[in-house]
Nanobody
C-alpha cells in the first residue's frame, strides 16, 4: 500500500518562511509528477506547484517568486519552500503524486492527508 505523508506545516507570521515535505512510501515502481495543492476553508482545492520527474516546475501565479518546489527522486520526496508567506496562503496543503505501484501496470494519483499552514497578519 502506498502512502504519502506530509510534514512541516504550522503557524507563522506574515513574511515568515516554512518548508513542507512529503514522502511517498510503499511498493512504488515509478513516480511521474509530484505536486502541492492547497484548500482554504470554503474553497476548492487549488494547484500550488508541480514538478516532473525530470525537474520541470510550474507554479500558480499567486505563489510565483515566493514558493519553490523541489524533489529528491532517490528518497521519493517532494518539498515546498514557502517564503514571504501571506495570510491568504493559509490553507491545508496536500501532497499529490502520480505514480505506479509495483503490483500494477498503470499510473494513478495519490494524495497525502494534508498539513495545515496558518499565516497570521
Amino acid at each position: 500500500q502506498v502512502q504519502l505523508v506530509e510534514s512541516g506545516g504550522g503557524l507563522v507570521q506574515a513574511g515568515d518562511s516554512l518548508k513542507l515535505s512529503c514522502v511517498a512510501s510503499g511498493r512504488i515502481r515509478s513516480i511521474n509528477a509530484m505536486g502541492w495543492y492547497h484548500q482554504a476553508p470554503g474553497k476548492e482545492r487549488e494547484l500550488v506547484a508541480t514538478i516532473t520527474s525530470s525537474g520541470s516546475t510550474s507554479y500558480a501565479d499567486s505563489v510565483k517568486g515566493r514558493f519553490t518546489i523541489s524533489r529528491d527522486n532517490a528518497k521519493n520526496t517532494v518539498y515546498l519552500q514557502m517564503n514571504s508567506l501571506k495570510p491568504e496562503d493559509t490553507a491545508v496543503y496536500y501532497c499529490n503524486a502520480n505514480l505506479r505501484e509495483s503490483t500494477r501496470w498503470y499510473f494513478a494519483d495519490y494524495w497525502g492527508q494534508g498539513t495545515q499552514v496558518t499565516v497570521s497578519s
